[in-house]
Structures are given as C-alpha cells and as structure tokens.
C-alpha cells in the first residue's frame, strides 16, 4: 500500500515563500508521477503542478506558473514544492497524490491519480 505524507505547510505573509515536502513509501517511487493539487473552502480541488515518473517534465496550473517548482529526489522518495512569491489566493489545503500508471504523457485530473496524501495547509495573510 502506498503512503503519502505532506508537510512543510504554515502561515506566511503575501510575497513570501514556503517549500512542501511529501515522503512516499509502500512501493517503488520512481514508478510514479507525482501531482500537487488544492482545495480552498468551499472550492473545486485544483491541479497546481505535476511531474512525470521518469521526472523528465513537469506541467504547472497557469495561475502558479513561473512561482512554483516541482521537484522530485528519487533517492530520498519525496516530492517537494517550492512556492514563491506567494499570494492570498494561494491560500488552501495541499495535496500529494501519486500515479501508478507509466502514462507517455501527466496526468492533470484528480481521478487519474490514486494514492492520496492527508494534506497540508498554507495560509497566506499579512
């Protein structure tokens, strides 16, 4: 059974910055594409980056692009991602969420992916 575990989260003030880790355990980790997503009260749950299994590319949501990075440490079996310049809207529940299939290309919809992580949340207010 695959385990995922997110932290990192907390309260930071608008323009700062906050990196989320998310330790993956139970199967092989190189195996998986990894996902973020977010939920904010009373929202959808959005699709904020991604990466490949064989870590080759990443895809971003347009509203983080150029602000966030996804990263992946197969040695460590962990994802992170880095959040800079941070604003209000980024306000919300993190998740990590794994992939178990090899695709050709990521997966940007929540119900491709089929381990789940217990979230992490980040409040972003001065």
């Known amino acids: 059974q695959v385990q995922l575990v997110e932290s990192g989260g907390g309260l930071v003030q608008p323009g700062g910055s906050l990196r989320l880790s998310c330790a993956f355990s139970g199967r092989t980790f190189s195996n998986y594409a990894m996902g973020w997503f977010r939920q904010a009260p009373g929202k959808e749950r959005e699709f904020v980056a991604a990466i490949h299994w064989s870590g080759g590319s990443t895809h971003y949501a347009d509203s983080v692009m150029g602000r966030f990075t996804i990263s992946r440490d197969n040695a460590k079996n962990t994802v992170y991602l880095q959040m800079n310049s941070l604003k209000p809207e980024a306000t919300a529940v993190y998740y990590c969420?794994?992939?178990?299939?090899?695709?050709?290309?990521?997966?940007?919809?929540?119900?491709?992916?089929?381990?789940w992580g217990q979230g992490t949340p980040v409040t972003v207010s001065s």
């Open positions: 969420a794994a992939d178990s299939l090899r695709r050709l290309r990521i997966a940007l919809v929540p119900n491709a992916y089929n381990y």
